[in-house]
């Protein structure tokens, strides 16, 4: 089940803020990317939280932790995924995990490039509907920093929740306590915090 391709968000409740608010130079930044997050809550009958905690992404967590190399960690990652089975997030965490792995970061750095890669994903779905648009997005450009913008709300608001978690002994390399980081996480990044 890949993400490579970017289909437009779904025409349904959930999504008809982002249509109005994505790349509107008179909304904010933080405003956008809280109706981002709460759009992708409701979509899929709820089952983002789930999805996200899902322990085959938590195990990608603990693969970044170890890793020496970013193939070890790809082939460490695809072993797990056919144990465990994956979800819809699969090849974002693979993403996620190359690029902690690259930068040794990390579980903290998969945790953080894994919500990155996520909100990429979810801006991407309906960036080429704004850009162009003399209201919102003018040019590729803009649209391509706009999207870096987004990447960095989700990516920033998950370092500081992970690394407060580690702060008081949580590891997330543990299942129990990366749905605790994901449920903390996207209820920041939707607004609730």
Not at 20 to 37: D, F, R, Y
Request: hydrophobic share 35%; glycine share 8%; charged share 25%.
């Amino acid at each position: 089940m890949g993400t490579s391709r970017n289909d437009p968000s779904p025409r349904t409740p959930p999504w008809k803020p982002i249509r109005e608010v994505l790349g509107n130079p008179k909304v904010s930044l933080e405003i956008q990317s809280h109706e981002i997050w709460r759009a992708a809550s409701s979509d899929r009958e709820g089952r983002l939280i789930t999805d996200l905690s899902n322990s085959c992404l938590s195990k990608g967590a603990e693969i970044a932790a170890s890793a020496e190399s970013p193939l070890q960690a790809s082939k460490a990652f695809d072993s797990v995924v056919n144990e465990l089975g994956g979800s819809f997030f699969t090849d974002i965490a693979k993403r996620a995990l190359v690029r902690a792995v690259i930068g040794k970061q990390g579980a903290i750095g998969f945790a953080s490039e894994f919500f990155a890669e996520t909100a990429s994903y979810y801006v991407s779905r309906d960036l080429a509907g704004v850009v162009g648009n003399k209201n919102k997005i003018k040019t590729s450009s803009d649209g391509v920093e706009f999207k870096t913008k987004l990447r960095d709300v989700a990516k920033n608001t998950a370092y500081k929740n992970a690394e407060h978690l580690r702060s008081k002994g949580h590891l997330l390399e543990k299942n129990s306590d990366w749905s605790t980081f994901i449920v903390n996480t996207v209820s920041e990044l939707k607004g609730k915090k």
